[in-house]
């Protein structure tokens, strides 16, 4: 069997990767700065949202191609035929944030937000949530049923620890230099279900090659969920353990919080959510059981980020709000001039 994976380099693909090589199958990765072949997988070095380049890749035979790239909408739809009449089976990496709030755990049949929404200002977007929902509404108009449906929901592993809506950059990084983490009360006391990378892949691999699994949708997520205040907690006890102080935190209002993060469609309709998931369509063919229970497996992978720590960039804008939140600064970490300017704007001046 030959898989291809588009923009497979993240915490799903690199795992999924290694899981198919390891099962003799060959595996190709589409990625802008890696080429040549490493432990049974063959990178192709190129920009897969590059339709010249796409087009040169699949003109190679491929039993199934899983899709990682994020698309808008018009890129999606220019692309999706040919994507689908290259291939046997097309996996398309969509999102559980598709689906609406939910009193009953969550199963693919749940309404999405795109169906029953009613607010004018975020239908007009094309926030995450919709744009995943409105290329899944392509799938289903293609005339093609050689297609599987992924939503996987929030996902961890050594280099992405998520808290509410905040990056690892957003939280962690304060943590590290002694600032205070702002958290939202709110998102606290909402529950969610942060699922290890690996076990996604897992889930993945098992749809691989499957025809029934051909025109259906699964969302793959661990059994357990927990709250965020309780991922927070897991968090700061590790950061205990690794530095012999706990860091400070404080719980702002909604209100307040959104003055630090201006995602707000991201909160409103998908972290202000409690996220648990009925599982017994991708049991089928994975067993969910043997999931990494979450809070085992963010202090694992928190561990094993603080071995190594590696940071990607800063938004020294926001860090500024949460400093004026504080009364801390983060101005001394600020290494560009233009930076430091764009901090003490945002911590001093404006609003």
């Known amino acids: 069997m030959r898989v291809l994976l588009l923009g497979g380099t993240g915490a799903m693909g690199s795992h999924l990767a290694t899981l198919l090589a390891n099962d003799g199958v060959e595996v190709a990765i589409t990625s802008r700065t890696r080429s040549g072949e490493s432990r049974k997988v063959r990178y192709l070095r190129g920009n897969a949202h590059d339709k010249n380049f796409l087009a040169e890749v699949l003109s190679e035979p491929w039993d199934a191609i899983v899709d990682f790239m994020v698309y808008n909408t018009p890129a999606f739809a220019a692309r999706v035929q040919l994507l689908l009449e290259s291939t046997a089976q097309y996996l398309f990496i969509s999102s559980a944030r598709v689906y609406a709030d939910s009193a009953t755990l969550i199963t693919e049949d749940s309404p999405r937000l795109l169906d029953i929404s009613s607010d004018k200002g975020f239908l007009a977007t094309d926030e995450y949530a919709l744009t995943k929902a409105r290329q899944e509404n392509i799938l289903l108009a293609s005339g093609r049923n050689n297609w599987t449906i992924i939503r996987p929901y929030i996902t961890y592993g050594e280099e992405r620890l998520q808290l509410g809506v905040l990056e690892k950059e957003g939280w962690l990084y304060r943590a590290m230099k002694g600032r205070t983490i702002v958290f939202s009360t709110d998102i606290a006391e909402k529950k969610t279900t942060l699922t290890y990378g690996l ?97 085992a497996g963010l202090r694992k992978c928190l561990k094993a980020f603080l071995a190594a720590p590696n940071f990607n960039n800063v938004g020294w804008r926001v860090e500024a709000r949460k400093d004026k939140q504080t009364g801390e600064s983060s101005l001394r970490d600020v290494s560009s001039m233009k930076g430091k300017i764009k901090y003490l704007l945002c911590r001093y001046i404006l609003r």
């Not at 892949?201 to 691989?208: D, E, L, N």
């Not at 499957?210 to 950061?239: C, N, P, R």
């Not at 209100?255 to 009925?278: C, G, I, M």
Request: aromatic letters at 12%.
């Open 199 to 295: 076990d996604v892949s897992q889930g993945i691999r098992a749809v691989i090659g499957q025809a029934s699994a051909l025109g259906e949708a699964f969302h793959i997520t661990a059994d357990h969920s927990l709250t965020w205040g309780k991922a927070l907690s897991v968090y700061m006890d590790v950061l205990e353990e690794y530095s012999g102080r706990r860091p400070k935190v404080i719980l702002r209002s909604m209100k307040e919080f959104e003055k630090t993060h201006s995602a707000q469609y991201q909160v409103r309709y998908d972290r202000l959510f409690n996220r648990v998931f009925d599982n017994k369509k991708i049991g089928r063919y994975v067993a969910t059981s043997s999931f990494t229970e979450p809070e």
